[in-house]
Structures are given as C-alpha cells and as structure tokens.
C-alpha cells in the first residue's frame, strides 16, 4: 500500500512551497495514526531540528516542519527500500536499518537527514530523524513515465510467467475480494496540484498492489507444492519491483513539481 512517508514527503512539500497549510499536513498523516511524534536519533540530528533524542518526550509533527523549513529543506525523495534493494540510503548504518524495517522512509539529500516512520503503539506513529551517512552517489532518478512504462512490462512478463508455471488460477469471488483489499487500506488525500500523472500511477500502484496480495496468497489448502511457491514468487518480484519503483517515481515527481512552482513564483 502507499506508505506514510508518502504521504508525509508530497504534504510536507506542499506546505513548505505555500501549496498547503500545515493543518492540511497533520490532517493528512491521521490515515496513519490518531498521534504523530518526533525524535532524534543521533546528536547531530538532535541538534540540526532542535528534537529530543530517542527516549525523551518527544516533539510534535508541528515542530519538525518547522525545523524543516528554518533549515531550508527544498527537496525530499521517497525511498521504499527491501532485503537486496536499499539504493538511495546512503552507505549503511542505523538509518538503513530503520529504513528496511520500515520499508519505507524520507530523504532530505541537501541536509544530509532521513525520517523513518514506525508504529510504536495502538494509534501513535512515531517518526524519528537519522543523520545519513554521505552518499556515494546522487540518489537514483527514475522519470515518471519510465516508471509507469517499467510497470506495464512488469504486468506482461509477469502474467506470461505465471501462465506458463500454470500457477495462476481464476478463484471465485476474487473481485470482491479484490475489491475488499482496497477498502482495507488507509484512505489516503493529496494536495490540491499534485500532478495528475503522479495520481494516476499511484492509483494503478495501488491496484497492482493488492492483486500481488491476492496472487500471494492464493494457494487454497496449501495445494502448491515449495518449489511451485517458489516460482510464483520469482515470477511476482519483477512486478512488486515495479510497483515500488513507480510509487517513488510519483511521489518524487509530485515533490519536484511543487518545488519548481515555487521556483518560478520566486
């Protein structure tokens, strides 16, 4: 599903260039929680956003967009990162790791700073600011419409190769649950000017996502054998990928179009 980095990377964004008022962010962060708070992780990030360390009282959402724009945050990238995939995370340390146990996360390239979200409890998400190790390289840029291109050949080779493992199956019932899959996920708004390219492959992500669900987890009586299971989920990966992929090109994109207006205003 879209994550709350999502969410808070594009809202964020949208605030920081005048696209949104900072009620609007907070609004939007309660698909993901009924409270938000906001620690450090290390001394510098402590200091650089003002933020108590892990394991004091900890801050408000509020005060991290402040920090946020006294630091003069301009651009932020969404990364989505699993076992084998961490590109765009720096060189390791605590932050990766959060970042993988997440499975999703914010990177501020200019300041050198990460968030992680994390549920700590019933109702509150906790977000908690890493200093990055340097990176070796420019985060990875993948343009929109190479994501969304990415995913349409992702869907064919993976139809064909599930076809020919003859694991795929139509299943009764399987649009209503389909159908269920996506009414179980957080209902989530954007921002008034976010592109409507980024919205349409969010929204084909989204769809994607939860027929991989469904294929996953279609094996009725656990009638497939390990090594059929086994090849499902090879055949699956390239398309997750390509839901992954097409999530952070969106996202990104949204991010960028919100900066460059302001740009051009100023």
């Not at 309660?30 to 290390?42: I, K, R, T």
């Not at 299943?171 to 269920?180: K, N, Q, S």
Request: overall charge negative; glycine content about 8%; proline content about 7%.
């Amino acid at each position: 599903m879209c994550r709350p980095s999502a969410t808070f990377a594009v809202w964020s964004s949208a605030w920081l260039n005048g696209a949104a008022a900072s009620d609007d962010v907070l609004d939007a962060l309660l698909a993901w929680g009924e409270a938000h708070d906001v620690v450090a992780a290390d001394a510098p990030a402590a200091e650089a956003f003002e933020l108590p360390l892990a394991f004091n009282r900890a801050a408000t959402p509020v005060q991290l967009l402040m920090a946020l724009r006294s630091q003069g945050a301009k651009s932020m990238r969404l990364v989505l990162p699993v076992p084998g995939d961490v590109r765009g995370l720096g060189g390791g340390g605590p932050f990766t790791e959060a970042a993988l146990r997440a499975g999703d996360a914010v990177v501020l390239p200019e300041l050198g700073f990460g968030l992680v979200p994390e549920p700590v409890a019933e109702g509150l998400m906790r977000w908690t600011v890493f200093s990055l190790v340097p990176l070796a390289a420019p985060p990875e840029y993948v343009a929109l419409g190479e994501a969304e291109h990415g995913l349409t050949d992702a869907i064919r080779a993976s139809a064909g190769a599930l076809q020919a493992l003859n694991v795929a199956s139509d299943r009764p019932g399987v649009r209503a649950e389909l159908t269920a899959h996506l009414r179980s996920r957080p209902d989530v708004d954007w921002p008034a000017g976010t592109p409507g390219r980024s919205l349409r492959v969010l929204q084909r992500a989204e769809e994607i996502s939860a027929i991989l669900a469904i294929a996953e987890t279609d094996d009725p009586g656990g009638a497939l054998s390990a090594s059929a299971s086994n090849l499902r989920a090879q055949a699956l990966k390239p398309l997750s990928d390509a839901v992954r992929i097409a999530r952070c090109a969106a996202v990104n994109e949204a991010v960028r179009v919100f900066a460059e207006q302001t740009a051009r205003e100023g």
